[in-house]
């Protein structure tokens, strides 16, 4: 069964705010496939062809776009797919191999995405206790149904709370070692350009939901994070402002990879687990 646009399950009732909540106060679904731009629709329509026809109703339970494409804002060369794939049982090494040839294929094969990412999950690590405030919440509120059945309807409704906060971005402390040695390889040119890309992401994501709770709402526009950061941590508004900025247009200026990994990051940490505590150990 193809997925709908989105708007059932954990989503939420009603029209969603300007901060986006449904008017019952609790996180609205941020995507549809109503909102897919026309550029990026024949790629959807090859998602679609593609995942069922590789993966089978066998394995797949249900598939999402998430990212720009299904929240309408991704540009033709620019963005890139974000797909999510939920399987039957916990994926193996040749599941995840598909994956990654899935979607370097439909990158290959389609100029209007920079770049395709492909995550694989079994359907009951995604519904389970232990990720009901992390993937399940990505599930729920992030990601658009387009394949199969939609998981977000066996999910709570999700609040802008401290627990979501703390389940979502309280592990960056986890990052720093491995940015850390990254930046210490000496990258070249192209890896620093993705490192900035990855990191600056990671780091407006984790700003944002540090002071989502009292701002009592959700975005994933970047920009927009950094701005409802800055007005809680006026100095370091600047430096999550650069961090927006390199999200969106990343560069391989060494400086920046620098200040983000050996000042922002760390700060950004120990701010973390002091105000929300740390992400519950994963296996």
């Known amino acids: ?118 995550l694989v999950y079994g359907a009951a690590t995604l519904l389970g206790p232990l990720e009901r405030h992390d993937l399940g919440f ?16 066996e999910l709570p409704r999700y609040r802008p709370s401290r627990l979501l906060a703390r389940e979502t971005n309280g592990d960056l402390a986890l990052a720093l070692p491995r940015w850390r040695e990254r930046l210490a390889a000496d990258p070249d040119e192209e890896e620093r350009r993705r490192l900035v890309r990855g990191i600056s992401r990671r780091l407006v994501r984790t700003g944002f939901t540090l002071v989502m709770p009292d701002w009592n709402g959700w975005t994933s526009d970047l920009a927009r994070s950094a701005e409802v950061f800055a007005a809680r941590y006026p100095a370091r508004a600047d430096q999550m402002r650069l961090a927006a900025a390199a999200a969106r247009t990343p560069t391989p200026d060494p400086a920046v990879l620098a200040l983000l990994v050996t000042d922002l990051a760390p700060w950004l940490a120990a701010e973390y687990t002091a105000v929300h505590g740390a992400k519950a150990p994963r296996p």
Do not use: K, N, W
């Open 1 to 118: 069964m193809t997925g709908g646009s989105g708007d059932s399950g954990g989503s939420g009732g009603g029209q969603r705010d300007d901060r986006g909540l449904a008017e019952d106060g609790t996180i609205a679904r941020e995507g549809s496939l109503g909102r897919v731009p026309t550029a990026f629709r024949p790629l959807v329509d090859a998602v679609r062809t593609r995942t069922s026809a590789l993966f089978g109703a066998d394995r797949l339970h249900s598939a999402y776009l998430y990212g720009s494409i299904p929240r309408g804002t991704a540009v033709p060369g620019v963005s890139d797919l974000d797909l999510l794939l939920a399987l039957r049982r916990e994926p193996t090494g040749a599941d995840r191999a598909d994956a990654e040839a899935l979607g370097a294929g439909l990158d290959r094969d389609f100029p209007v995405v920079d770049g395709a990412g492909v």
């Open 138 to 153: 990505f599930v729920a509120c992030l990601c658009t149904p387009l394949i199969g059945d939609d998981l977000a309807r």
